[in-house]
C-alpha cells in the first residue's frame, strides 16, 4: 500500500512537472521586433535562423524581423520610441551614447568594420596615401568614422578630397566619374564582378582598424522593465548565429526561401563567405565585445569622452564573455523540482528493497 502511493506520489510530482515547465514556456511567450539596419540578406542570417529553428520559440519568444527602409536606415529612433525592442546598428552608436541617448549596446556581431572604400582594379588607387586628390563618396563621419580615420592616419586630410555628390553612384564609378566609393564588403563588389568590372576594396580591417560592426542594441528602459527578456533574446540570437556558421547551406536556404526572395544563391553564398571572417575570429566568442575597445574606438574616432558630459557607464550589457552559459527561471525552475523529487525517489527505491528482503524472509 505505502509503495503504490510512494509511486503515485512521484508519478504526480512528475507530471505537476512537465506541466509546470510546459505552462511557462507556453505562457512566457512574448511578442518583440527586431529593426534590421539593411534590407534581407545573409548579413543577418543568424536571426533567421533563430526563427526558424525555434531557438526564439524555445526562449519564450515570437519575433517579428523588419528590414529596413533603404531611404532612412536609422534603427536608434525605432528603439527608443518603442516600435522595435531591438535593433541593429555601426559603430556609431558610440557617439549616439556620448551624446546622450539611452543607447545599450548587447553584442558585435561583427568582430571588424565590414565597411571598405572600392576602386578600379586600375585605378592606381592602391591604399590610403593613394587617395590625395581623388573624388570620392560621402560619407559621414557619425557612422563609418573608420574610413575617414584610415585616410587620416597614412596623412590624407578630408579637405584633400573631391567630394562626389551624384545620384547613381554605381552607374558613376562605372564611367570613371567617382574614384572611391564607400560599400559594404558583401554587396558592391558583387556587383561589379557580376558585370565584369575587376575591383579593388581598400578595407580598415587591413591597417588594424578593427571596429565592431552589426551591433545588436536596445534600451535602457526595456532593461529596466524586463532585463530577462533581453537576456533571452540575446541567448536565442547567438545561439542562431553559432547554428548559422556550423550549417552554412540551411542557413542560406533558411535566408533565401523565407527572407532575401530576391536574390540569388550565388550572391547569398559570397556574402556568407566574406563575412564568416568578421564574425568567428579564433579565440574569440561570437558576438562579443570589451569596454576596453569601446574606449579605444572613442579615441581612434576623436571623442572627448571627459567633456561630452555622459560616460560609457552601463553602455555594454554584459563585461563577461558571451559564450558562458545562463541560467534561466525555466532552468532554475526545474533544478527545484528535480531536487524535490529525488528524495521521493530515493525513498521509494529503498522501500521496495527492503519489502523484497521482508519477503524473502518470510
Not at 85 to 106: C, D, N, W, Y
Not at 183 to 192: A, D, H, K, L, R
Request: one cysteine or more; a positive charge; aromatic letters at 12%.
Amino acid at each position: 500500500m505505502i509503495a503504490a502511493r510512494s509511486a503515485s506520489l512521484v508519478r504526480q510530482l512528475g507530471l505537476i512537472w512537465v506541466m509546470l515547465l510546459f505552462s511557462f514556456q507556453s505562457s512566457a511567450i512574448e511578442n518583440v521586433t527586431l529593426q534590421l539596419k539593411w534590407t534581407h540578406q545573409f548579413q543577418f542570417a543568424g536571426y533567421y535562423v533563430a526563427k526558424e529553428k525555434g531557438f526564439y520559440k524555445e526562449a519564450g519568444l515570437h519575433v517579428n524581423i523588419v528590414p529596413a527602409d533603404p531611404s532612412n536606415p536609422d534603427t536608434f529612433f525605432s528603439v527608443l520610441s518603442g516600435r522595435a525592442q531591438f535593433g541593429l546598428t555601426h559603430s556609431g552608436i558610440l557617439q549616439q551614447r556620448l551624446e546622450g541617448k539611452p543607447l545599450v549596446a548587447m553584442a558585435a556581431i561583427l568582430q571588424s568594420s565590414p565597411y571598405c572604400w572600392m576602386v578600379k582594379a586600375q585605378s592606381g588607387i592602391n591604399g590610403p596615401k593613394d587617395f590625395v586628390n581623388k573624388r570620392v563618396s560621402h560619407i559621414s563621419r557619425s557612422e563609418n568614422a573608420e574610413l575617414l580615420v584610415m585616410l587620416e592616419r597614412a596623412g590624407v586630410e578630408a579637405k584633400d578630397l573631391a567630394l562626389y555628390a551624384g545620384l547613381h553612384p554605381i552607374r558613376d564609378f562605372q564611367r570613371g566619374i567617382v574614384d572611391a566609393l564607400q560599400v559594404y564588403v558583401t554587396n558592391e563588389p558583387f556587383q561589379m564582378a557580376q558585370l565584369g568590372i575587376d575591383v579593388r576594396l581598400i578595407c580598415p580591417k587591413r591597417y588594424g582598424l578593427n571596429v565592431y560592426g552589426d551591433i545588436l542594441f536596445t534600451s535602457e528602459q526595456l532593461l529596466k522593465n524586463n532585463p530577462e527578456l533581453a537576456e533571452r533574446f540575446l541567448q536565442a540570437s547567438l545561439r542562431g548565429w553559432r547554428y548559422a556558421l556550423l550549417n552554412l547551406q540551411e542557413a542560406l536556404t533558411i535566408t533565401q526561401s523565407r527572407y532575401a526572395k530576391d536574390k540569388t544563391m550565388e550572391q547569398l553564398a559570397y556574402e556568407a563567405e566574406k563575412l564568416s571572417s568578421y564574425i568567428s575570429v579564433p579565440g574569440v566568442p561570437i558576438g562579443n565585445m570589451t569596454l576596453n575597445k569601446w574606449e579605444w574606438i572613442a579615441d581612434l574616432y576623436g571623442f572627448d569622452r571627459d567633456t561630452s558630459g555622459h560616460s560609457l557607464s552601463g553602455f555594454l550589457l554584459y563585461s563577461r564573455p558571451l559564450d558562458k552559459p545562463v541560467w534561466s527561471w525555466m532552468l532554475i525552475a526545474a533544478v527545484v523540482l528535480t531536487i524535490v523529487s529525488i528524495p521521493m525517489y530515493i525513498y521509494l527505491i529503498f522501500f521496495k528493497q527492503r519489502k523484497y528482503k521482508l519477503m524473502r524472509r518470510q
